[in-house]
């Protein structure tokens, strides 16, 4: 991109510009650039009304941050600030979705990864739900990043870190591989997790009270979420770019 080409639509802290967009427009891979704005999107727009304590979606590099900081001061201190853990006087503790799109790259902007995969965290019944449309390619991506995040799961749903010291966990306690429509190209990961990211959260908008349904439930996605759906998909996000790019303008 050269430095000077404007931003075709900005939103949040995405900047998506003619060479993103363009993307998704056919059978291209989803840049970080993309997912960013999608998951922006959902959470300014579709979602705005939900309680970001509720329902947070979190940003692949900041995924990729936390699965590398070693430092458990900083880890904290990242997971408050970005929302992961909530506030003291959060009232959704124990009911709490909190969503991490991951990416199999070795660098924190995603320039040499290959496929994208979503990570979620469901408080009301601890479990980490990993859902990959080419299994197993990123379990392993994902299972560091639980792995990182196991001694706050307690925080996380609004309790005590010394809670996960009187009982010792594991990453196979709380990890869960689900039941995730597969891809048939090589190209559609990104479309795929951001799709099962929105179907997910239509959940907890749904569900005032207990977020039991996401967790029984998601394995109807197999049905919902088909080669079919996912080229809709890539018309409706270009939709959503060009309607915001319209507004802009005004």
Known sequence: LLMNSAAIVELGNSSLYAADVELLSGRQWLNDSVVNFACD???RVK???VDRERLLFVYPGTSFIIALEDDADDLRDTLKGVGVLPSADSKHGGDRVVMFFLNDTSQALSSDGTHWSLLVFHSATRRFLH???AAPHNMSTARALVRKLLPFVPAMCGGK??????HKVDV???YVEAATPQQTNSWDCGVYAITIADRLAQDVVKSEKNLGSLWRNHERLLEEVTPKS???ARGKWRSIVDELSKAKSK
């Open 41 to 43: 999107y959902l959470q």
């Open 131 to 133: 859902f990959d449309s």
């Open 230 to 232: 996912i080229v809709a």
């Open 47 to 49: 979602f705005a009304a």
């Open 172 to 174: 196979d306690d709380v």
């Open 161 to 166: 870190s010394r809670q996960q010291q009187e």
